[in-house]
């Protein structure tokens, strides 16, 4: 049958496009001053592993060495643009040679054009074989003509050199130390075969992969040319030991006999696969989003504006805001002197959150499983966020004044600057409505897109404060100053200080009590300090000196006994209302596998919303009576400590951090991923809902066997 015209339009703008490809690396070449094999700027060497004899296999490799760093060499399939290493063989008669073998590939995207790239140096191996009748003896004299690519971010130069190498001839004997480090670095083929599935816009591959393995953030370099998007993101699912990819297509009606390619894990190994026509499951466990289940980029940054907004009434942020809002209106100032006090302040905001953002998605590219707040999983930034917020209790409380803290002194740009960072610096242990779907979309985006998502964020939580200074008409609702301010600050003092002891309850959680009461010593070291420094003045200066110098070696012994007592108690969960398990992927799968209705949640002890709707919605009696009616199976994520696989879990469901709650429902391909405000009868419905509907099943079903009430379906299991 002939091809409609929709798929010779596609398959005309795709040759249009590695045309001008083709013409763009012409173009640059002929600009390019000229190059001689001997001074490519990827110099290529041939190199033979050892002797051969008739009838055996050994191995070449072409060894790649760019003469500065900026320049790559290119895949078999170079992807979007570029070109793909052409060999041409001088051999001798019963000589032959197998298909190159690459290391695995990296990705290089630039202006929206996705390469697969070799950067550094790199070596392609070459299988050698003699024929059993070979009759030479000696030396072996074997010749290349190698063709390829040679390019940097800016321009690219074919480049071509004549390579030789003298093979011995004879039984095995000492081979060349170097195979050993190239071998390791070729992508190794999986035993079973893949399958693959072309629907109308996506190629779905099912790689066999035992379900032991971590994954991380993998990419499937495709070996077929033009038949996917290279640069459009990649979604993934696990289902057992398979391992779904979904690959936007380039091209539709027409399906290859074959797809070939290399699976790149997130650690950086990577594993070839071949693919034939076949069934590929649907569902599964989802590990990474497409980008096209993403919401567009407007509603994202709408939700992280929402969101960073919604910070400000935590109970370790609205101390801060009232009191630069306290600050702004006893100053007193004019017009410029407001504007530029909400400038600073918000610059500080924003720089903060782009900050954590950006180190972040720098940890992830290196190949770490962190998500947001993620600095709040390292012991020593809990003890920092103590000590912090112990110092401003004492602020609020009258012992000293913190310079961008006060009220009396007034304000100045640079007070509201290094406020700004440190209200968002505080506000980080929490993710709230609106923005959990814009930080989990920041995982997938380019860099860029995803620096402006916390941008967004940083501006939501800084704008009412920006508003104060820019709308006189806020200003003059604020109450005028005097004496009933000192007594608001004492006020403020309550929520601060019940922070500061929530993240002492926190230390004691992830350190032990040893390292606790380090952390309880090393505050009250630091405040005294700063008491000193910022409090009366001494009449004896050097007793004042003296005295800091004791507390400041207090303080670092006791940051050294902290050090030492560190121990993360096991989690106790004896005593918790709700019964659960600890989550795993195999724990979700078994648990999916029962029949029965599956709630899994995730939570940290430093997030404030996991703990209210815990108390609130998850801790129930009720909840807990509900959810055995139902035969509910409840799994628990505790994110306190970094957890790469519940790290890579929340990245799969689009989730930067928590809290999160999913409900699976039996025989369902994907959950129900809940609200991260609960209810107080939320679950309670849920449960309730399951139960209705599985009574109604076992009704329709013929009266042949007697079938357990969901109650003791859960007990059988």
């Not at 979007?80 to 063989?89: F, R």
């Not at 917020?389 to 012992?399: Q, Y």
């Not at 109450?479 to 006020?491: A, C, D, H, L, Y």
Request: a neutral charge.
């Amino acid at each position: 049958m002939g091809r409609s015209r929709t798929e010779l339009m596609l398959s005309a703008r795709w040759t249009f496009r590695r045309l001008m490809a083709g013409l763009a690396l012409a173009l640059a070449a002929m600009m390019a001053t000229g190059v001689h094999a001997q001074n490519n700027n990827i110099r290529a060497t041939l190199v033979a592993e050892g002797p051969v004899a008739p009838g055996e296999k050994s191995t070449l490799a072409l060894r790649f060495s760019p003469i500065k760093p900026e320049w790559h060499g290119y895949w078999s399939n170079p992807g979007d643009a570029g070109l793909g290493m052409v060999l041409e063989w001088d051999l001798p008669d019963g000589v032959t040679v197998g298909e190159p073998q690459y290391p695995t590939p990296t990705r290089l995207l630039i202006d929206g054009l996705m390469n697969h790239v070799f950067e550094g140096d790199y070596a392609v191996l070459v299988p050698l074989t003699l024929a059993e009748d070979f009759a030479g003896s000696g030396l072996l004299e074997v010749s290349v003509e190698a063709f390829y690519l040679a390019c940097t971010d800016e321009i690219c130069v074919p480049e071509e050199a004549s390579l030789s190498v003298t093979v011995p001839i004879g039984a095995s004997g000492a081979s060349n130390p170097a195979f050993a480090q190239y071998r390791s670095a070729i992508a190794p083929r999986l035993d079973s075969a893949a399958r693959f599935q072309q629907t109308a816009s996506l190629l779905r591959i099912a790689i066999p992969l035992p379900a032991s393995i971590d994954v991380g953030e993998p990419h499937v370099f495709v070996g077929n040319r033009d038949l996917v998007n290279y640069a459009d993101a990649q979604g993934f699912a696990r289902e057992g030991d398979v391992l779904i990819a979904e690959i936007p297509l380039a091209r539709t009606g027409e399906m290859p006999e074959l797809v070939e390619g290399i699976l790149r894990l997130g650690n950086g190994d990577g594993l070839r696969f071949e693919a034939r026509a076949g069934d590929v499951p649907s569902g599964g466990t989802r590990l990474m989003m497409r980008g096209s289940e993403l919401p567009a980029l407007w509603i994202l940054l709408g939700g992280a504006l929402l969101g960073g907004l919604i910070l400000n009434v935590m109970p370790c942020v609205f101390p801060i805001l009232s009191l630069k809002a306290l600050s702004l209106a006893k100053a007193g100032g004019g017009e410029r002197e407001a504007r530029l006090e909400g400038l600073a302040y918000t610059t500080g905001v924003i720089l903060a959150c782009i900050a954590l953002g950006g180190v972040m998605l720098g940890l992830r590219a290196a190949g770490e499983q962190v998500g947001w707040a993620f600095q709040l999983q390292e012991p020593g930034v809990v003890v920092a966020l103590l000590v912090l917020a112990s110092l401003i209790t004492a602020n609020l409380l009258g012992a000293f004044e913190l310079p961008g803290l006060s009220i009396s002194q007034g304000s100045t740009p640079s007070g509201a600057f290094t406020t700004g960072l440190l209200a968002a610096f505080v506000a980080t242990p929490c993710t709230g409505p609106f923005m959990a779907a814009a930080l989990g979309a920041a995982l997938l985006l380019p860099a860029p897109v995803a620096l402006l998502l916390f941008a967004a964020l940083g501006l939501g939580l800084a704008l009412p404060f920006l508003l104060l200074g820019f709308v006189p008409a806020l200003r003059r609702i604020l109450p005028k100053p005097g004496q009933w301010m000192e007594t608001f600050k004492k006020v403020l003092a309550v929520p601060m200080g019940l922070t500061a002891l929530a993240l002492i309850w926190l230390v004691w959680r992830i350190g032990g009590m040893s390292f606790a009461v380090g952390a309880v010593a090393l505050t009250a070291a630091s405040i005294a300090i700063v008491a000193l420094l910022l409090g009366a003045r001494m009449r004896v200066e050097r007793a004042r000196k003296a005295v800091i110098a004791v507390f400041s070696l207090v303080a670092i012994m006791t940051v050294v006994a902290m050090t030492r007592n560190f121990a993360p108690p096991v989690a106790d969960t004896s005593s918790a209302t709700l019964v659960t398990e600890p989550f795993s992927a195999e724990a979700l799968q078994r648990a999916r596998g029962s029949g029965v209705p599956v709630f899994v949640y995730f939570t940290a002890d430093w997030c404030l919303t996991c703990k209210v709707n815990e108390r609130v919605a998850i801790e129930r009696d009720a909840t807990q009576a509900a959810f055995e009616d139902a035969g509910v199976v409840a799994l628990r994520g505790d994110w306190t400590l970094r957890q790469p696989e519940i790290t890579q879990f929340l990245n799969g469901q689009g989730a930067a951090g928590v809290p999160l709650y999913l409900w699976y429902a039996p025989g369902a391909s994907e959950p129900n991923q809940l609200s991260q405000v609960l209810g107080p009868d939320s679950l309670v419905t849920l449960a309730q809902q399951s139960q209705a509907l599985q009574s109604r099943a076992l009704q329709s079903r013929p009266v042949q066997s007697q079938s357990l009430p969901p109650r003791d379906l859960a007990a059988a299991r």
